[in-house]
């Protein structure tokens, strides 16, 4: 299962991105969406609404109070403001000094939401900080939820560090856990990936797991937790799932946070 070609490459770039001290930002306080750039957000069926959050950062604390507001760009948008969802707090939130970030609050309304999805494109704006050059807009995937039982089954490995791009791989519900996936056979023959799941918000965790696999490279075993930065969800509906995973060696270094995408067929 493992992508040896991939690992390789990783083995050569490995101690390029071996863990170091972090360097101190100088720069100007700027923002950014510093928890990822996407996100799938469900109201149930016995809900009238559910809220979501959207996190934003500024690259240093800031020194003075600001305000930051999170803009709808309709014409990127499937989604009606409105009518679909509703910013709470008049999409406003207040940045007082020393904080390094805050977060938005989207109302999504039941009535109007449907099984397919649709999304709202958003971006920052504040009239005393300039936004950073990444990481600019974020989309919000907004549907009725659909049940688990429809989610799993056989999937497409479609990006991924770990695998070859275009592997086939089956996830699973694991009926001694409740809340689990497990994708079968994915590290290894006879070693699945565990992933635990919220299910109402379907964002996705995972304990540190030892791969299995040792680079003779780098001399030691290839580790595995979920990204400190960046979120991990899936959507029932339309059967994706994206991970953040952060891969490393204790005690070596790491290959940094990689993507692996599902796609079911």
């Not at 923002?31 to 799938?40: A, D, E, T, Y």
């Not at 999304?119 to 950073?132: E, P, R, Y």
């Not at 990481?135 to 688990?148: A, G, K």
């Not at 996830?171 to 919220?198: H, M, S, T």
Request: glycine share 8%; hydrophobic share 35%; proline share 4%.
């Amino acid at each position: 299962m493992k992508n040896i070609f991939y690992l390789l490459m990783g083995c050569l770039l490995f101690f390029a991105c071996k863990d170091s001290e972090a360097d101190i930002y100088e720069g100007d306080t700027m923002l950014n969406f510093n928890k990822g750039v996407s996100g799938n957000g469900f109201v149930l069926n016995s809900q009238t609404y559910s809220d979501y959050k959207i996190s934003y950062g500024a690259l240093k604390a800031v020194q003075s109070n600001h305000s930051v507001k999170l803009v709808f760009d309709a014409s990127k948008s499937t989604a009606v403001q409105g009518t679909d969802f509703d910013i709470l707090n008049n999409a406003s939130d207040d940045l007082s000094a020393g904080e390094t970030g805050g977060e938005f609050t989207i109302r999504i309304y039941k009535a109007p939401a449907v099984q397919s999805g649709k999304t709202a494109v958003f971006k920052l704006q504040s009239a005393s900080l300039m936004n950073a050059g990444f990481d600019q807009t974020y989309t919000l995937n907004m549907s009725l939820t659909c049940p688990v039982t429809s989610f799993v089954g056989n999937f497409t490995n479609t990006e991924s560090f770990w695998n070859n791009p275009g592997t086939p791989v089956e996830i699973v519900e694991n009926p001694a856990v409740p809340n689990q996936l497990l994708i079968k056979d994915y590290l290894d023959v006879g070693k699945d990936l565990v992933l635990n799941y919220n299910p109402t918000t379907y964002t996705v965790t995972f304990a540190d797991q030892n791969t299995g696999y040792f680079s003779s490279a780098n001399g030691g075993f290839i580790w595995l937790r979920p990204s400190a930065s960046k979120v991990s969800s899936f959507n029932p509906c339309t059967r994706q799932m994206t991970l953040n995973v952060y891969y490393y060696i204790p005690n070596v270094g790491a290959y940094g946070d990689q993507v692996e995408k599902f796609v079911g067929f």
